[in-house]
Nanobody, 119 residues
Framework: VQLVESGGGLVQAGDSLRLSCAESSGTFNLYAMGWFRQAPGKEREKVAA????????NYADSVKGRFTINRGIAGNTMYLQMNSLKPEDTAVYYC?????????????WGQGTQVTVSS
């Protein structure tokens, strides 16, 4: 499983960004997918997850109502739509995959994409 994130960047507070995670092995539909983030000096935080069917999702309280995770129709890409961004959303965002939707230790990881939100 190879995961490649894209879509990060520098935005202002209140702006939106959409992160993408592309999987190239052809086994995308076997895995639950998640987005994690890590800010400087902080532990990695699980932001959102979606099951392999794209039906069940969960979100960290800090992003509920602002972020939306979904699996693309094409079948090999996952997205994180981030609206009303805040400076505290600044972090490196990682895409991850695991066979277990409820896993707390996802097995496969992307390289990360930087999101910076200025005030």
């Amino acid at each position: 499983v190879q995961l490649v994130e894209s879509g990060g960047g520098l935005v202002q507070a209140g702006d939106s960004l959409r992160l993408s995670c592309a999987e190239s092995s052809g086994t995308f539909n076997l895995y639950a997918m998640g987005w994690f983030r890590q800010a400087p000096g902080k532990e990695r935080e699980k932001v959102a997850a979606v099951d392999k069917y794209g039906k069940t999702t969960n979100y960290a309280d800090s992003v509920k109502g602002r972020f939306t995770i979904n699996r693309g129709i094409a079948g090999n890409t996952m997205y994180l739509q981030m609206n009303s961004l805040k400076p505290e959303d600044t972090a490196v965002y990682y895409c991850a995959a695991d066979l277990d939707y409820y896993s707390t230790m996802y097995y496969y990881w992307g390289q990360g994409t930087q999101v910076t939100v200025s005030s």
